[in-house]
C-alpha cells in the first residue's frame, strides 16, 4: 500500500508554528498536530477522549515506522480521562520512518524557515536529518581515542538504562556479540549497565570494528552509518585517530576474500622460491588442556627445479589473559632435513600474507597478529562465524 502524508493549515502566530499533518495509507487516513516548540523540537500531537480513536492513529503511524504510543491522563475541566499521543524530534525523524512522512515534516520546516520562525543554521541541521533518517540509536554518540601504545579505543558512557539499552540492543541488531561460549567464540563488544549513580559503558573491541567494516562493505547500511559516524568522530580527534581506525574497518573488509588456488613468488633466507597454495581448511579442535584452532594448508613449493608436496597446521590457542599464540611444527625428518622444511613452511606463510614469526628448535612460533591475517581465507573466517551476517 502505498504512504501519502503532506501539511496543511500552517500558522506562525505567536513565533510557534503549528499545522496539520496529514497521512494516508491506503484507505486509512489521519491527521494529527504539529508543532515547532522552544528549542527548535518538532512534535506531533494527538488529543481526544474516544480511546479507540487514539488506537487507530497510534497504529497508522506505527504502520509508516513512527514509535507511538497512546498516553492517559485526567482532564479537570473535562471531568473526564483524555487520551494522548505525543511523538518526538527524535522519532519522527528515525531511518525507520516512511520517506514520505519525513518529506512532510521537512517541508514543514521549510515553511517555518520561510516565516522566520526559525535560523538558517538550525534548519539545515534538522532538514539533514529528516532528509537521511536517523539511525536507530538516535543520539547514542561513541568516543573514539588512542591509547599511548595506538590502540583504538571506541566506547559510550551512557549516564542512564534507556541510552545504554538503546545502544546494546542496535549493536545486537546487527548481529554483535556480547557473550557467547567456546574459547573461540569473537565478542564484538562488552557493556556494563549504570548503576548507582556510575555511568556504564558500551566498549566495541578491536574485532567489533572489523566486523562493522565487513558488514558495511556487504551492503549493511546501518553498519555503513555506523562506521561513517565513528570515522567522523575520528577525523575530530586527529589525523592519526582517523587512520588508525581505518586500518580496522579495511581488516574486516579483507575477511574471507581470498579462496586457494593461490601463487605467489616470495623470498625467504635470501632464496626465490614459488608457492601454490592448493587447500585450505580450518577448524577447532580439542586438545588436551585446550581447545585449538587448526589451520591446515596443502601446498606445492617450487625451489628451483626441485617440487615439494607440503601439509602443515598452523595450530593457534589462547594463552593468559586471551592473548593468542600459535606454532607450525618443523620436521627434522622432512625430505631435505629441517632447514628445508623450514624454507618451505616460511614460503607457504609469506604467501598467505604472514610477515612476522620467531624461529625455535622445531617450530615456527606466531602471534594473534598472524591469525588476524589468516582471517582473509575463506574458510578461517567462516570457521570463527565472522564472513556471515548472524
Known amino acids: 500500500m502505498g504512504v501519502e502524508a503532506r501539511i496543511e493549515g500552517l500558522t506562525a502566530k505567536g513565533k510557534r508554528p503549528r499545522a496539520r499533518l496529514v497521512v494516508r495509507l ?3 487516513v489521519a491527521e494529527y498536530a504539529i508543532r515547532l516548540r522552544e528549542g527548535n523540537a518538532v512534535v506531533l500531537e494527538f488529543n481526544t477522549t474516544r480511546r479507540e480513536e487514539a488506537e487507530r492513529r497510534a497504529a497508522l503511524l506505527r504502520a509508516v515506522g513512527v514509535r507511538a504510543e497512546v498516553g492517559r491522563y485526567y ?3 473535562l471531568g473526564r480521562d483524555q487520551w494522548h499521543i505525543d511523538v518526538s524530534t527524535n522519532a519522527l525523524a528515525a531511518e525507520s520512518v516512511h520517506e514520505a512522512v519525513r518529506k512532510a515534516v521537512a517541508e514543514f520546516l521549510q515553511r517555518c524557515r520561510e516565516a522566520g520562525a526559525i535560523g538558517e543554521g538550525a534548519y539545515r541541521r534538522l532538514a539533514a536529518k529528516f532528509e537521511r533518517g536517523m539511525p536507530e540509536w538516535g543520539e547514542v554518540k561513541f568516543s573514539v581515542k588512542l591509547t599511548e601504545d595506538g590502540a583504538v579505543v571506541v566506547q559510550y558512557r551512557p549516564n542512564d538504562p534507556q541510552s545504554f539499552n538503546k545502544a546494546v540492543e542496535f549493536l545486537l541488531g546487527l548481529g554483535m556479540r556480547d557473550t557467547c561460549e567456546g574459547e573461540w567464540c569473537i565478542v564484538h563488544f562488552t557493556a556494563r549497565e549504570p548503576e548507582g549513580g556510575r ?3 558500551v566498549y566495541i573491541t578491536a574485532d567489533g570494528l572489523r566486523y562493522v567494516g565487513w558488514l558495511a562493505l556487504h551492503g ?16 575530530a580527534r586527529g589525523r592519526e585517530v582517523r587512520r588508525r581506525l581505518e586500518e580496522y574497518f579495511r581488516e574486516g573488509e579483507q575477511w574471507g576474500t581470498v579462496k586457494p588456488p593461490i601463487e605467489k613468488e616470495v623470498e625467504v633466507e635470501g632464496r ?3 608457492v601454490r597454495i592448493e587447500e585450505v581448511e580450518a577448524g577447532v579442535k580439542q586438545g588436551k588442556t585446550r581447545e585449538h584452532l587448526v589451520v591446515r594448508v596443502k601446498a606445492k613449493v617450487f625451489d628451483g627445479n626441485s617440487e615439494a608436496a607440503v601439509e602443515k597446521d598452523a595450530k593457534f590457542y589462547k594463552a593468559s589473559r586471551n592473548m593468542i599464540k600459535g606454532y607450525v611444527n618443523i620436521h627434522a625428518g622432512a625430505e631435505g632435513g629441517r632447514e628445508a622444511d623450514y624454507i618451505r613452511t616460511a614460503a607457504v606463510l609469506k604467501t598467505l600474507g604472514v610477515e612476522s614469526w620467531s624461529r625455535q628448535k622445531g617450530r615456527i612460533r606466531l602471534t594473534g597478529g ?8 575463506e574458510p578461517v573466517c567462516t570457521t570463527l562465524g565472522q564472513c556471515r551476517k548472524t
Open 26 to 28: 491506503g484507505g486509512d
Open 75 to 77: 482532564h479537570k475541566s
Open 199 to 201: 555511568p556504564g559503558y
Open 220 to 235: 549493511d547500511e546501518r553498519a555503513q552509518r555506523l562506521k561513517e559516524m565513528l570515522l567522523k568522530e575520528a577525523e
Open 272 to 274: 626465490r622460491v614459488k
Open 370 to 377: 598472524a591469525l588476524d591475517t589468516l582471517m582473509r581465507l
